[in-house]
C-alpha cells in the first residue's frame, strides 16, 4: 500500500480557487489509481474523482464535473486537485487514496488506510 500525504487546503471565498496535491513517497505510486475524497462535519465520507494510474482516464462525482480537475504526475509521485468555481458546500477535509483497482476505488470499498486529509473551507 503506497502512502500519502495531503496539502494545500485553506480558506477562499466562494467562486475561487484552490490546488490540492497528494505525494506519495514510494516509487509504485505510478501503478496505482489516485481519487481524491471528502468528508464535510456531520457527514460521511465520499468520494470525489479518480484517475487511473497512466493518467489516461478520469471520473468525477457530480456535484464537481466541470468545476475539478484530477491530474497526476508520476515523475513527481504526485496527483492533483484542481478546484475551480468553489462552492461553500465543498467546504470539508478533503483525502486522498490510492487502490490498483480504479472500480474500486471509485466505490471506496477495501481502501488502505487514510491520511489527515487537507481542510478546505469556501466562504459565502
Known amino acids: 500500500q503506497v502512502q500519502l500525504v495531503e496539502s494545500g487546503g485553506g480558506l477562499v471565498q466562494s467562486g475561487g480557487s484552490l490546488r490540492l496535491s497528494c505525494v506519495a513517497s514510494e516509487r509504485t505510486f505510478s501503478t496505482y489509481s489516485v481519487g481524491w475524497f471528502r468528508q464535510a462535519p456531520g457527514k460521511e465520507r465520499e468520494f470525489v474523482a479518480a484517475?487511473?494510474?497512466?493518467?489516461?482516464?478520469?471520473y468525477y462525482t457530480d456535484s464537481v464535473k466541470g468545476r475539478f480537475t484530477i491530474s497526476r504526475d508520476n515523475a513527481k509521485k504526485t496527483a492533483y486537485l484542481q478546484m475551480n468555481s468553489l462552492k461553500p458546500e465543498d467546504t470539508a477535509v478533503y483525502y486522498c487514496?490510492?487502490?490498483?483497482?480504479?472500480?474500486?476505488?471509485?466505490?471506496?470499498?477495501?481502501?488502505?488506510?487514510w491520511g489527515q486529509g487537507t481542510q478546505v473551507t469556501v466562504s459565502s
Open positions: 484517475i487511473r494510474w497512466s493518467g489516461t482516464g478520469t
Open positions: 487514496n490510492a487502490d490498483r483497482t480504479f472500480n474500486a476505488l471509485v466505490a471506496g470499498q477495501g481502501l488502505g488506510s
